[in-house]
Structure formats: structure tokens, C-alpha cells
């Protein structure tokens, strides 16, 4: 009996243990403030994915885009990496600017969650798009170097 309920105890607290081991930073940052060291990288490593689409410049989009990425766009289409990365190299989307108005971010270990609100330029096969969105972004922390899993977004009425 004395086995068991030590077990039941052992178990119980590698329970709780686990629970608390990964946890949200304690004060998630707003707008352009990160209050540690990894918020400020993912912060700053989403600020080159941003600064890349308007400039198309693949090979920063390469580096920071995970390659098992899911993008899901606010018109409810998808693209992987090597998909998205091909639109914007054949031209078909095409960044004028992309303007971060909220940034907050959560560290959960080695993943970052980024929810934000952004405008943007852009043409997509033709279409001009002026667009407020709600955003998600999910980032991994990868080899030290962080890397977007996931993007989401959600057209805002203007």
C-alpha cells in the first residue's frame, strides 16, 4: 500500500512538474516592446520576415520560413513554404509595404506565439490588396535560429 500511494505521489508531482516547466513569459510584450531576450528575437526576426516581402528577398524569407510552414491567408488560401515563396519569386504577390501597428508575443519553451495587427500593400495574381488584419504567427525555435511554423490572418473592416 505504502508502494503504491508513493507512486501515486511520484506520479502526481512529475504531473504538476511538467505542467509548470513551460510556461508564458510573465509579461507578454505590446506594440514594439519584448521584455526578454527571446521576445526581442522573435520580435526582430518578424520584422525581417515583414521587411522581406516588401523587398522580395527570398533568401532572408528562406531562412526564416520553417519548412513544414502552414500560411493561411486572410482570403481563407493556404501556401507551404515552397509554395508561398514561388508566388513571390514568379511575381504573383507582390509586398508595397507591410505596417505593424500591435505586436504581442508569448515564449512557451522553444515556440513563440505573435498576435498582431498589421496594414498592407499588396498585389496577389492581379488583385490590389489594402488590407487591416488580426494575425497569429507561430515560431519555433530551430538549431538557436527562430522560425515561422504557422501564419494566420483575419481581414479587419476598415
Not at 512557451?108 to 505573435?114: D, L
Amino acid at each position: 500500500m505504502k508502494f503504491t500511494l508513493t507512486l501515486g505521489l511520484f506520479f502526481a508531482l512529475q504531473f504538476v512538474r511538467a505542467q509548470t516547466s513551460v510556461s508564458p513569459s510573465a509579461a507578454a510584450s505590446t506594440s514594439f516592446t519584448a521584455t526578454s531576450a527571446d521576445e526581442k528575437a522573435v520580435i526582430e526576426t518578424e520584422k525581417q520576415r515583414f521587411a522581406a516581402q516588401v523587398k522580395a528577398d527570398l533568401g532572408v524569407l528562406d531562412r526564416v520560413l520553417a519548412n513544414d510552414l502552414v500560411y493561411a491567408h486572410s482570403n481563407g488560401g493556404t501556401d507551404t513554404k515552397q509554395s508561398y515563396l514561388q508566388s513571390i519569386r514568379d511575381g504573383k504577390t507582390k509586398y508595397s509595404s507591410i505596417d505593424i501597428e500591435e505586436q504581442k508575443v508569448r515564449i512557451y519553451g522553444n515556440t513563440a506565439v505573435i498576435n498582431g495587427l498589421c496594414s498592407l500593400v499588396a498585389i496577389n495574381n492581379g488583385e490590389a490588396l489594402n488590407s487591416h488584419l488580426r494575425y497569429i504567427s507561430v515560431y519555433v525555435r530551430n538549431a538557436g535560429q527562430w522560425q515561422m511554423v504557422a501564419w494566420q490572418s483575419l481581414k479587419l473592416a476598415k
